[in-house]
């Protein structure tokens, strides 16, 4: 059975920085493409950042452009999601994602996935 179970959300500052962990157990990680995808309260929920199984390969949404740096230590079985000058349209549910047995590339679209974590909640203060 698949595990993903991220951390590191909480309540920052606008111009603040966060890093979420996401701990996979159940699949093979060093085969496994990962992904973020956030939620905000109403809308529906959107790709963040994507990396390949081996970390070659990055992608990032719009909203993550230039901010935010997904990362993999496929020692670990973690995914990483660092996520610097925040602003208040961030705040959001963040999920972690992965897609099991995956060819070496990075995936954007949630039906692309076939595991999904809990969440960890991302406010971000004015």
């Known amino acids: 059975q698949v595990q993903l179970v991220e951390s590191g959300g909480g309540l920052v500052q606008a111009g603040g920085s966060l890093r979420l962990s996401c701990a996979a157990s159940?699949?093979?990680?060093?085969?496994?493409?990962m992904g973020w995808f956030r939620q905000a309260p109403g809308k529906e929920r959107e790709f963040v950042a994507a990396?390949?199984?081996?970390?070659?390969?990055?992608y990032y949404g719009r909203s993550a452009k230039a901010r935010f740096a997904i990362s993999r230590d496929n020692a670990k079985n973690t995914v990483y999601l660092q996520m610097n000058s925040l602003k208040p349209e961030d705040t959001a549910v963040y999920y972690c994602?992965?897609?099991?047995?995956?060819?070496?590339?990075?995936?954007?679209?949630?039906?692309?996935?076939?595991?999904w974590g809990q969440g960890t909640q991302v406010t971000v203060s004015s």
């Open positions: 990396i390949s199984w081996s970390g070659g390969d990055t």
């Open positions: 159940g699949l093979t990680f060093s085969r496994a493409a």
């Open positions: 994602a992965a897609r099991s047995n995956s060819n070496d590339y990075y995936f954007t679209r949630i039906y692309e996935y076939d595991s």
